[in-house]
């Protein structure tokens, strides 16, 4: 028996665990949809402990780093990530807020480049222009349009149906895996 036999084996053995992963995350995804403001309360602290993680790491970065150029940029770094800490814990509506903005960014990004490809790629021509036009209008509506109310709510959109999403990939290839142990 082979590595990749053995792995196959071992893995298809533990398919109730990643069912029973997979369900839970189609459950925490429908949460999210369904309370949007908790997603966003839950989104802005995360972002916001992230951060103030990331300011203290640069910061003991700074004392440990050999230059003076280094040392300062770490300081300054970690002065302002801490300061965006301290806004997002004080108010994680705003950190949320920002997370949609920056979605919209990352949507306006990958809408540009997927026209791009689109006119130097022969195939799948008109498939890429249509997913960057929409790709470009989203992003568009959430860093331009969208109010903060709508921040909230389309943050909560993008986190549950990526669980969602997530979840029933995995539940599938649980069921994949219970049908190979049954071999």
Same mark, same amino acid.
């Given at each position: 028996?082979? %590595? ?10 533990? +398919? ?17 949809? %369904?309370? =949007?403001?908790a997603t966003?309360?839950? %989104?802005? /602290? ?6 103030a993680f ?11 780093? %050999?230059? +003076?150029? &280094?040392?300062?940029?770490?300081? /300054?770094?970690?002065?302002? #990530?801490? #300061? &965006?800490? !301290?806004?997002?814990?004080?108010? =994680? ?7 949609? +903005?920056?979605?919209?960014?990352? !949507? ?12 130097? #790629? ?9 997913? $960057?036009? @929409? ?5 568009? +509506? ?5 109010? =903060? $109310?709508?921040?909230? #709510? &389309?943050? &909560?959109?993008?986190? $549950?149906?990526?669980?969602? !999403? ?5 539940? @599938? ?11």
């Amino acid at each position: 028996m082979n %590595a990749t036999t053995a792995d196959i084996s071992t893995a298809s053995h533990r +398919w109730g665990w990643m069912l029973a992963y997979g369900v839970l995350l189609v459950l925490i995804g429908f949460f999210a949809l %369904a309370h =949007p403001f908790a997603t966003a309360l839950a %989104a802005g /602290l995360l972002l916001g402990t992230s951060l103030a993680f990331g300011g203290a790491a640069s910061l003991i970065a700074a004392f440990r780093d %050999a230059g +003076w150029r &280094a040392k300062t940029v770490d300081l /300054l770094f970690g002065v302002l #990530i801490l #300061i &965006a800490a !301290f806004i997002c814990l004080a108010d =994680p509506f705003s950190g949320a807020i920002s997370l949609a +903005w920056v979605i919209g960014i990352i !949507f306006l990004i990958t809408g540009f480049y997927e026209l791009a490809a689109a006119f130097r #790629i022969g195939s799948n021509r008109i498939s890429l222009i249509l997913l $960057g036009v @929409v790709d470009i209008a989203l992003g568009l +509506w959430m860093t331009i349009f969208m109010g =903060p $109310g709508a921040a909230l #709510i &389309a943050l &909560a959109g993008v986190v $549950g149906i990526a669980f969602v !999403f997530r979840g029933v990939l995995l539940s @599938v290839a649980a069921l994949k895996l219970r049908g190979l142990a049954r071999l």
